[in-house]
């Protein structure tokens, strides 16, 4: 109980990623859930709203896309419903804005650099902030100015 205490004391844990802790630990399973159980009760614990919590802080923060937000859920052990749940908290605007202004942000420092690179650049942190191959190429067109006839040949 006092290790469960402590970590949830430095920061907000699933109920997954304090069972995994403890398992390395080598405490015996059966005891693992009777602790994990009794510390759900007293409200220390609640999967639901450290999801909704983390999907907010996220896509606020880092600006990652719902596709990540729900991988890094399901790797802290969060309950696929639980993920919909706090996934879909998040509306496609918000989203899309989101991307423009990573997209913007990203074009300050590249602005003079030569567009197509500029594209690129600005495409390629889209793609790993999880967005979709074309959303992020069209933001990155429009966020650049460029015209789309000129960059047809950059995907490839």
């Known amino acids: 109980m006092s290790v469960v205490m402590r970590r949830l004391n430095a920061a907000p844990r699933s109920r997954g990623e304090l069972r995994t802790y403890l398992l390395g630990k080598d405490f015996v399973p059966k005891e693992i859930d009777t602790v994990l ?11 639901a709203q450290y999801a909704l919590d983390w999907v907010r802080s996220r896509h606020r923060s880092r600006g990652l896309a719902p596709s990540v937000l729900a991988r890094e859920l399901t790797s802290k052990e969060i309950d696929s419903e639980l993920i919909d749940v706090a996934v ?15 997209a913007a942000k990203k074009y300050r420092s590249l602005h003079e650099l030569e567009g197509k690179v500029a594209i690129r650049r600005i495409a390629s942190l889209l793609q790993r902030k999880g967005y979709a191959p074309g959303v992020c190429w069209q933001i990155a067109m429009e966020t650049v100015g460029a015209d789309l006839e000129g960059v047809g040949d950059l995907e490839g």
């Open 37 to 47: 159980d009794r510390v759900e009760s007293m409200g220390y614990i609640d999967d």
């Open 88 to 102: 879909k908290q998040i509306s496609d605007q918000d989203t899309q804005d989101r991307a423009y202004q990573l």
